[in-house]
């Protein structure tokens, strides 16, 4: 059930936008266990002045290439998975040739197992 968000900047093409969602289904679907259909990724573009960091933080530099992805899944991952889960997105993006190491800002957050609907107004995941 993740549901990612991809914030970038306006300028990468279709094809590029098909990669890095490719590379971060990849991804979960390698260290989370997640099925390949389970996928639910949104992209929003903004112009420069709309799409605001520091450039630099804790050693890293960022360029204008720099992606802030937002992903919320159900909770009950242990800390492992969601490292292995950052290390294996930036390998991805990176080996795919869509940005540098430094560029690949994540931001994970967990719902309650009730808190999801994939629709008919049911909490699918939730114990009855």
């Not at 573009?45 to 992903?71: C, K, R, S, V, W």
């Amino acid at each position: 059930m993740p549901l990612v968000k991809v914030n970038l900047r306006k300028g990468r093409t279709a094809t590029e936008k098909a990669a890095i969602g490719t590379a971060i289904q990849a991804a979960l679907v390698s260290t989370l266990n997640v099925p390949e259909a389970d996928r639910y990724q949104l992209f929003t573009e903004f112009d420069d002045e709309n799409f605001q960091h520091t450039p630099a933080y804790l050693g890293m530099d960022y360029t204008a290439q720099l992606l802030m992805i937002e992903i919320t899944f159900l909770e009950g991952r242990d800390d492992g998975m969601k490292k292995a889960l950052l290390a294996e997105m930036n390998k991805n993006l990176v080996n795919a040739g869509l940005v540098r190491p430094e560029d690949v800002f994540v931001m994970i957050t967990e719902a309650g197992l009730a808190n999801v609907s994939f629709g008919r107004g049911l909490a699918q995941r939730a114990a009855e």
